[in-house]
């Protein structure tokens, strides 16, 4: 049962479309403190849908659709969903774990409790391809390229699945990116940074080198990931050389195209030579950037032993395109 001032506030909002925290307590003569516990419990019930952010932030009355009761579910699944699911509504309001697959099921009229059982089949068949957290990437580039000049390729995690849409990595990198939020992309960093560092100690690392951005923007997640990842090896100097038309990887919809691009575009300016060489980049839809980079690299003998590539997320089939990152 609703709270006076909870009820007060729905009836509120109801009548008036949308309000701000603002018109809440100064119309209403109810406490700020009163208020603000209340619209976040009615947030988490999805009772209400959250506009914009501070401090210009607004109120509305959620769908339908939304007011179901949540459905039970047993406690192990309870605990995968709310490692994995992260849900972004139409409208910008971001929805972690369960609250987020509750969300999504609503909105797309599904049973959760059925869509739950479907959700934890689908992340089993690719947790197969998973190995102390990491995805193999090299059956991709063996069954794509004649020529495979990576001795490694690992993903964190694939950027989307059948049906299910995005994962949560693949989610998080496109608002990193599509938003140049420094905030986003710092949380993006801290999730992947312990991976990143048990990659250079299993592998012996001594230099690691970012694939560098294309597309112009004020801020880069390439240059941020660089700047902020916790890493005390050489970086290896990689640049993307400017035409009068830069022509990202992901507008190209041939592989050959993706082939030409990257080794045309893509200069190793480093004449050192390491042992270990780690090639970093956001996304891999064919992986012919990190191949045509680590091409270079051996071609000019900058590696004496294996040069392995990282991306966040990549995608399952032998060449995909990823245009959205």
Not at 199 to 227: H, S, W, Y
Not at 295 to 312: E, H, Y
Request: net charge positive; aromatic share 8%.
């Amino acid at each position: 049962m609703k709270t006076d001032t909870a009820q007060k506030i729905i009836e509120y909002i109801t009548q008036n479309t949308q309000a701000s925290p603002k018109d809440l307590y100064n119309i209403l003569d109810i406490s700020p403190r009163a208020v603000f516990k209340q619209l976040n419990i009615l947030y988490k019930k999805n009772l209400i849908h959250k506009i914009g952010s501070p401090p210009k932030v607004y109120y509305t009355i959620a769908n339908k659709v939304l007011l179901r009761k949540p459905t039970d579910l047993n406690g192990q699944t309870k605990n995968i969903i709310n490692a994995n699911f992260y849900y972004v509504s139409p409208v910008g309001e971001e929805r972690f774990g369960l609250e987020g697959f509750e969300a999504w099921c609503h909105k797309h009229d599904l049973d959760v409790t059925k869509t739950a059982q479907e959700y934890i089949s689908t992340l089993t068949k690719y947790d197969k391809y998973k190995k102390n957290g990491l995805i193999d990437g090299m059956h991709k580039m063996t069954t794509t390229f004649e020529r495979v000049m990576l001795d490694k390729l690992f993903y964190l995690d694939f950027y989307a699945i059948e049906r299910f849409g995005k994962t949560k990595l693949g989610q998080l990198l496109l608002l990193a990116k599509s938003s140049q939020n420094k905030k986003q992309i710092s949380a993006l960093i801290e999730i992947i940074s312990p991976q990143v560092k048990n990659i250079i100690k299993e592998f012996d690392v001594d230099a690691v080198g970012f694939i560098p951005p294309t597309v112009k923007r004020e801020v880069q997640f390439m240059n941020e990931l660089k700047k902020r990842l916790p890493i005390k090896q050489r970086l290896l100097s990689i640049i993307k050389t400017k035409t009068s038309v830069m022509v990202a990887q992901k507008t190209l919809n041939k592989l050959q195209d993706r082939i030409d691009n990257a080794r045309q575009t893509i200069i190793v300016e480093d004449k050192t030579s390491f042992e270990n060489i780690l090639l970093i980049d956001d996304a891999v839809g064919s992986g012919a950037t990190l191949n045509e980079t680590a091409a270079q690299i051996k071609q000019r003998k900058l590696c004496q032993g294996k040069i392995i590539g990282l991306a966040i997320v990549g995608s399952f089939k032998g060449f995909d395109i990823i245009s959205e990152v």
